[in-house]
């Protein structure tokens, strides 16, 4: 594929569905009732490691309008994961859907249906538990002496490292060249510990789930997913009831960020449907969320780089990784192995590496998918790495980024060694705008003018720092779209994907990339998306995948239906094919001389001659997953005398490939770049000694509000991917790594604090000013 | 206990326990567009207008307010005709997800009622109170401004 002109794609298009969210049209998953619907509630642990003994539910059960409360004598014990990934999923079957013992402050205990929420929350009041407590660990470093928090029977599907009895979650060690000879050729050796912190994904939607039964007896399920195919496989294999019984549909989606990629409500909606043969629901209150969903998983990284003097040139780099799965294993290998496989092939001239990483469970908040995926806890490390590199070797940091970077036309060993779960994929960068991003960021940050000058106005004082990053575009030789088409006889097409749209606006991206191709417009393209009965089969929203993969599908299937439009048109015309092109929904002879319009040619294959159904359906794999690239840089003003950083600008400047709607792109670097400002200096979980989570509202949990944003600036630098649809690449998790390291390169630069732990709080920050001294 | 509710221009007999809160009762009664993030007064995604002043309907006990009116985003608009503030934000690029939009929407109504040209501090004043995950903010200050315009175009 090329670049070439484009009518369609490159523009920023409205939202297809933004009219429908913004008058209140439409229904989200909470928003569905129906008659005789039952409301679920759950009952949690209040100890962070615990047998239950004895559990009495008589008097739950007795009370008027309680239908049905279970406990983990009552459900299928199927181990699995959470994890809603592709199978074999590369997570450890830890779980099931209430188990005897329970693992953190917030495990499931018991399930309550009752005819309303209320009357549920009631009889949660009456279920009577005795437990035996067992000993508990909080401390991921402490993991593998402490006592075994999975199953005994937990067991994983992948030749993967999994060592439950030593709490091992996962590990994986990748190296080449001779690290120890890199250290000792390097002229100097830079060593630190980085450590990030739990942090929830907030999507305003809390997670929710219906089930109920069509009037077929099949077994209906309306959830907050961002993966509805593998809600299907999971809660049929869960729940032994026959994939074909089950059918699963995503409506609009109030945000994921990873945080939906989960699979722990469907199974009980439908297990209580099932059970009662009612309609059920279940919508997780907002403490809920944040204490019994998902997290990020929090991080400790070692990083240990040698570099020469004279070229810069980085000897030898070594990178072990510590990461806190929590009480059970969803994404526990793959985002751990992401800290590495998405962060350390940025710089690919380095010849010694050597990447450990361990995922360990602790009696803590389970860890799950989140915007980033790994590489936000790498890239805090790395950048901050380079910045001490370039301060050593006295150049200027962005140099150094420049110089060493992968670019265009080069690999890195890491593709093909680091995959997920198993190898990686070998592949060369067929295109990287990163040095024209750092041109570009720093010139509108203002780099030069503001590096090094620490202006100060009082106790405050101002810096800038840079970080530089990429990602992935979908998991490649793994994950699948696919697409289907077909043309109405006014000349619209139905676009059906299994793809995602959680908020993003795929959907709208994806009837783009189909328009363009059919040479038609946006509004003619009428899109319907996830559901397992009536669209074909996409992994979901998860892996910057949308885009390239799912748009990969769609733009083969939409060259398939322009090749069926072409060949009618001939029939029609009586001209060879490569007398026809198409613009605007007519086909034209090269020689000027006839013409007819879509309108035309599907009347004709449907009722005139030859008679068929224009239509198509493609599958599109992703054979390698071109990285976007990023450099963000933050100006910021630390307060010496009260520790306070208040970030003064942001600059993202991002290169996605060809971006199919700018607009949509921004949205996105905007909206991570700013949750990833909220993770850096606020957002962050409190525990009491038992684990019990003490700030679960939006009250105590500082996620930034519309006063506490800095002035943002997204830069688009274009390339063009020849792999990707279009030429596009993903956008959408890229931004939410660099804020940490950004925010804490300027730090250093405004006040020489190296800041090593998230968040930056002023407690923190003065701590630092305590014990490192200021250095102005 | 029952009560009227002047919802959106129309009066409405409600059947409703004492202790609910005007987020449940509006909910229960179809009006989904006000949505629930928190329960807890923070979010912003349940915000009506209450005889013309933005609330969160979730701290709000609905026995409180009867007889008074109550304006969803559904009253301001619909998808066949609607309103100049509810296309700002289409055209601007502010609803990503579309969860926290009826809000922003009703609390930008607010904001334009009291103050029609407002600067960047009165924006971020008025929406302080509303939560958005999705779009750092960015279009969402875009579209108010644009609403702005609209609004004293259209003379609504």
């Known amino acids: 594929m090329e670049n070439r002109e484009f009518n369609v794609v490159g523009k920023s298009i409205k939202k297809i569905d933004a009219l429908a969210l913004a008058t209140g049209e439409v229904k989200f998953t909470a928003d569905i ?7 679920i509630a759950f009952l949690y642990s209040p100890h962070p490691h615990a047998e239950i003994v004895d559990i009495d539910t008589e008097e739950a059960k007795n009370i008027p309008g309680v239908v049905l409360v279970l406990t983990y004598r009552d459900v299928p014990d199927t181990l699995h994961t959470t994890a809603g990934q592709g199978y074999p999923e590369p997570s450890p079957y830890d779980t099931r859907i209430l188990d005897k013992r329970v693992r953190f402050v917030g495990d499931r205990v018991a399930i309550v249906a009752a005819e309303t929420k209320e009357i549920a929350e009631e009889a949660l009041k009456k279920i009577k538990v005795k437990y035996r407590e067992l000993p508990y660990n909080l ?13 005994e029977d937990a067991y994983h599907l992948l030749p993967t490292v999994y060592e439950p009895s030593k709490n091992l ?11 120890e ?24 939607e809390p997670h929710a789930a219906v089930a109920f039964y069509d009037e077929r007896g099949r077994l209906n399920i309306i959830s907050t997913t961002q993966v509805p195919f593998h809600v299907r496989r999971i809660v049929s294999r869960v729940l032994g009831i026959p994939l074909k019984n089950l059918r699963v549909i995503k409506p609009r989606i109030g ?14 909606v439908a297990l209580v449907t099932y059970m009662t043969k009612r309609p059920s629901k279940v919508v997780f209150s907002r403490k809920e969320v944040f204490v019994s969903s998902r997290t990020r998983h929090p991080m400790i990284t070692w990083y240990k780089v040698g570099a020469k003097r004279d070229t810069g040139e980085i000897t030898s780099l070594y990178l072990k990784a510590l990461m806190n799965a929590g009480a059970y294993g969803p994404h526990a290998l793959t985002v751990m192995a992401n800290a590495g496989s998405k962060v350390l092939p940025l710089f690919n001239k380095i010849k010694n590496l050597k990447f450990e990483g361990f995922s360990v469970y602790t009696n803590l908040p389970v860890g799950g998918a989140y915007r980033g995926y790994g590489a936000t806890q790498g890239y805090f490390g790395y950048n901050v790495m380079l910045d001490m590199i370039a301060e050593k070797l006295g150049i200027d940091t962005l140099e150094f980024f ?33 040095s024209e991003c750092i041109e570009k960021g720093a010139k509108a940050i203002g780099w030069y003018e503001k590096r090094r000058k620490r202006i100060k106005n009082g106790d405050k004082v101002r810096g800038v720092g840079a970080a530089i990053l990429m990602q992935g575009s979908g998991i490649p030789k ?23 749209d959680i908020g993003t606006g795929s959907d709208t991206i994806l009837a783009q990339i189909a328009a363009e191709e059919i040479g038609t417009s946006v509004d003619k393209i009428i899109v319907y998306s996830s559901d397992t009965d009536f669209t074909p089969f996409d992994v979901g929203a998860y892996a910057s995948s949308t885009t390239y993969i799912s748009g990969g599908a769609v733009l083969k299937c939409a060259k398939k239906i322009r090749k069926e439009i072409l060949k009618v048109a001939q029939e029609m015309l009586n001209v060879p094919e490569d007398a026809l092109y198409i613009e605007n929904g007519t086909v034209y002879t090269r020689d000027g001389q006839q013409k007819v319009s879509f309108q035309d040619i599907v009347i004709y294959s449907l009722y005139t001659k030859n008679q068929h159904q224009i239509q198509a359906v493609a599958s599109h794999i992703g054979l390698e997953s071109p990285p976007p690239f990023m450099a963000q840089f933050a100006e910021i003003e630390v307060d010496i005398r009260i520790g306070r ?4 600008k942001f600059v993202s400047a991002v290169d996605c490939g060809k971006p199919i709607n700018p607009v949509l792109v921004e949205g996105q670097v905007e909206g991570a770049t700013v949750n990833g400002i909220g993770y850096a200096l606020w957002e962050d979980y409190v525990f009491d000694e038992k684990g019990r989570v003490k700030n679960a509202s939006f009250w105590d949990y500082k996620i930034p509000s519309i006063r506490d944003i800095p002035e943002i600036e997204v830069i688009i630098c274009e390339t063009y991917e020849p792999t990707g649809p279009h030429g596009a690449k993903s956008v959408a998790e890229i931004g939410i790594n660099g804020p940490i390291p950004a925010i804490a390169n300027a730090v250093y630069d405004a006040i020489g604090i190296r800041l090593t732990k998230t968040p930056f709080t002023p407690e923190r920050v003065l701590k630092a000013i305590k014990s490192q001294g200021i250095k102005l | 206990m029952r009560g009227v509710f002047i919802i959106n221009g129309q009066r409405k007999e409600i059947e409703f326990a004492p202790h609910k809160r005007l987020l449940d009762v509006l909910r229960e009664n179809g009006y989904t567009e006000v949505k629930e993030g928190c329960r807890e007064g923070e979010c912003g995604a349940c915000v009506v207008l209450l005889d013309g002043k933005p609330v969160n309907s979730c701290q709000v006990l609905a026995a409180s307010v009867m007889e008074k009116e109550i304006i969803t985003v559904r009253g301001l608009g619909t998808i066949h005709k609607p309103h100049p503030i509810e296309e700002a934000f289409v055209e601007a690029g502010a609803v990503q997800c579309g969860f926290c939009t009826p809000g922003m929407i009703i609390s930008t109504y607010a904001l334009l009622k009291e103050n029609p040209d407002p600067e960047d501090d009165d924006i971020k004043r008025a929406l302080d109170g509303n939560l958005c995950r999705c779009t750092g903010y960015v279009k969402i200050t875009k579209a108010v401004k644009l609403a702005s315009k609209k609004v004293k175009k259209d003379g609504k």
């Not at chain 1, 401390?139 to 199953?151: C, T």
């Not at chain 1, 000879?181 to 305003?204: P, T, W």
């Not at chain 1, 793994?478 to 995602?500: C, P, Q, R, V």
């Not at chain 1, 950083?645 to 003064?648: A, G, N, S, T």
């Open chain 1, 645 to 648: 950083i208040e970030v003064i």
């Open chain 1, 478 to 500: 793994i994950d699948m779209g696919a697409a289907y088409m077909k043309m109405n006889e006014d000349g619209s097409f139905n676009l059906h994907i299994g793809a995602t």
């Open chain 1, 33 to 39: 009732e129906m008659p005789g619907m039952l409301h």
């Open chain 1, 402 to 434: 420049k110089k060493w970077h992968i670019k265009k036309g080069e690999t890195s060993p890491i593709f093909e060694e680091l995959g997920e779960g198993k190898e990686g994929v070998s592949q060369i960068i067929r295109s990287c705008g990163l």
């Open chain 1, 139 to 151: 401390d991921p470093e402490k993991a593998e002496e402490s006592e075994q928090i999975p199953p």
């Open chain 1, 169 to 179: 979650a996962a590990s994986v060690e990748l190296s080449f060249g001779d690290v």
């Open chain 1, 181 to 204: 000879k890199g250290f000792s050729d390097a002229d100097f050796v830079l060593e630190e510990r980085f450590e990030v912190q739990y942090a929830n994904h907030c999507a305003i």
């Open chain 1, 255 to 268: 945000g994921g960020f990873g945080g939906k990629q989960e699979v722990f409500l469907e199974q009980v």
